[in-house]
Nanobody
Framework: QVQLVESGGGLVQAGGSLRLSCAASGRTFRRYRMGWFRQAPGKEREFVAAISRSGGSTYYADSVKGRFTISSRDNAKNTVYLQMNSLKREDTAVYYC???????????????WGQGTQVTVSS
């Protein structure tokens, strides 16, 4: 099992940046594919970005490509980051870190979830 704790959310103006962190417990962190998801009020949880177990491959939702970066995972610190630039109001959501031993980037493919961190983008 792995436990996940997100941090780094907050209030930012449109066009600004934030970096989210996801710290994982356990010695098997490097076995997991890591993903970021978000859920806006009244909407379903959606995929944002993911990074492979090796860190060699990254994947993004079309809505965040070119603005967000899931950085190379730090396996020594059991941490993965999401750098968010050029933020828009529509990026406002609770952001969740998730982990899976499987492939696939839909919500159902991920087995472990953090508690979420709020990101609010103001105009």
């Amino acid at each position: 099992q792995v436990q996940l704790v997100e941090s780094g959310g907050g209030l930012v103006q449109a066009g600004g940046s934030l970096r989210l962190s996801c710290a994982a417990s356990g010695r098997t962190f490097r076995r997991y594919r890591m993903g970021w998801f978000r859920q806006a009020p009244g909407k379903e949880r959606e995929f944002v970005a993911a990074i492979s177990r090796s860190g060699g491959s990254t994947y993004y939702a079309d809505s965040v490509k070119g603005r967000f970066t899931i950085s190379s995972r730090d396996n020594a610190k059991n941490t993965v980051y999401l750098q968010m630039n050029s933020l828009k109001r529509e990026d406002t959501a609770v952001y969740y870190c998730a982990a899976t031993l499987r492939l696939g980037d839909d919500v159902g493919s991920y087995d472990y979830w953090g508690q979420g961190t709020q990101v609010t983008v103001s105009s």
